[in-house]
């Protein structure tokens, strides 16, 4: 799996990383579009380096399908279409 890595002093790899199966009340989402928004600029311009882990996947707005769901998940499916709303906590493969 691919994803966008923001390492810091502007500096952007694109490179591999391990999926990480979901916990309770999770879901892994394969991710068909992510958008850059203001979040990412600023993480990109180092105004958020305090709150970031190097190297820091980058692109928390997206839309993709659902992968695999973690126990105790009962409102969605694999293979659900879905958008992701960034307020809450998310792990993994997404960021902030
Ligand atoms: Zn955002």
Redesign the pocket.
């Known amino acids: 799996m691919k994803a966008v890595f923001y390492e810091g002093n502007q500096k952007i790899r694109v490179g591999q990383c391990a999926p990480v199966p979901p916990k309770a009340g999770e879901v892994q989402i394969k991710v068909s579009y992510a958008g850059i928004?203001?979040?990412?600029l600023h993480i990109f311009h180092g105004h958020m380096d305090k709150r970031v882990t190097f190297p820091q996947v980058m692109g928390?707005?997206m839309s993709g399908v659902i992968q695999e769901v973690g126990e105790t998940v009962t409102d969605f499916v694999v293979g659900d279409h879905v958008t992701v709303r960034?307020s809450g906590l998310l792990r993994g493969m997404s960021s902030l």
């Open positions: 928004c203001g979040t990412d928390h707005e960034t």
